[in-house]
């Protein structure tokens, strides 16, 4: 995949979308943790997550970063999804995400994205690297305003103690992922 001036760089969301994406194709694959649904348009990912319910997808954005337009077809990022599932957990780091919020929220995206595999946060931890170590309701947000489910890792951000916390897909797939990542991790 190339990018373009168009295209955002894997740890880097686009800022804000001015305009909406006029088109985007939508797939849904088969994983060990149920199905998945990935959004896609221009080769990054808008939005993604554990169900075969293209609503629940199309939810998870902003109705101002929805597109104009949803179509059945294949994603690049399918192959990653499959690849990461077959133990290459480096496969997601490479795909594209293409998210609008706020200047924290981008920042906060970005950070998920550095978080490595095996080796979670907690939200203590997570705000602390975004330079705010008292702002946890806010670390917390960021993880919750997340659209791009495993491409952002936000399953990698921890309650103090080591307690799961929510997660949008489900606390068992949330720990699915965490005990793979660190089984393969290793």
């Known amino acids: 995949m190339t990018a373009t001036s168009d295209t955002p760089t894997p740890l880097e969301p686009a800022a804000t979308a001015a305009t909406p994406v006029e088109t985007a194709s939508i797939q ?8 998945f649904t990935i959004l896609e348009a221009g080769g990054a990912v808008l939005a993604s997550g554990w169900t075969a319910d293209p609503v629940a997808i199309l939810d998870r954005l902003r109705p101002s ?7 059945d077809g294949p994603t690049d990022a399918a192959a990653a999804v499959a690849a990461y599932y077959a133990g290459d957990l480096a496969a997601i780091d490479a795909v594209p995400v293409r998210q609008s919020g706020t200047a924290m929220q ?16 907690t939200y203590t931890g997570f705000a602390a690297a975004l330079g705010s170590p ?19 890792p936000c399953h990698r951000v921890l309650r103090t ?7 949008a897909w489900g606390v068992e797939v949330k720990e699915r992922l965490l005990a793979r990542e660190a ?4």
């Open 65 to 71: 970063a929805r597109p104009a337009r949803v179509i």
């Open 183 to 186: 089984r393969d991790n290793g």
């Open 106 to 121: 981008n920042a906060g995206w970005q950070a998920l994205r550095a978080i490595a595999p095996g080796e979670p946060l």
């Open 134 to 152: 008292g702002a946890v309701r806010a670390a917390a947000s960021v993880c919750a305003r997340n659209a791009a489910a495993l491409f952002v």
């Open 161 to 167: 103690g080591g307690a799961l916390g929510g997660f």
């Open 28 to 35: 849904t694959v088969a994983t060990p943790d149920g199905p």
